[in-house]
């Protein structure tokens, strides 16, 4: 996940891939079919996908929200740490 953050981030601020990895596990929350969304977006987003769908699918719409939240939110942090860790 850390790798494809890092792959990513070459094209886009860190607001863009928690925008994208929100996006994928919205759809991921559908139930989407991870296939037709790597093969319709990309691969460069199969390891965002790969990531959400190891997660729970959830039932109630509270739980699939957090759960989108909660992917954004990790990925937005992420890559933060990766430019803080990166040498000027």
Partial sequence: MILAIALAATLASCEDLAALA???????????????????????????????????LYSTPENKHQAVIEFKNLVYTTRKAQRRAKPA
Avoid: H, K, S
Avoid at 22 to 51: K, S
């Fill in 22 to 56: 929100g996006r994928v596990m919205q759809y991921r929350q559908i139930p989407g079919d991870a296939a037709a969304l790597i093969r319709e977006v990309g691969p460069e987003i199969e390891p965002f996908v790969l990531v959400a769908y190891n997660e729970p």
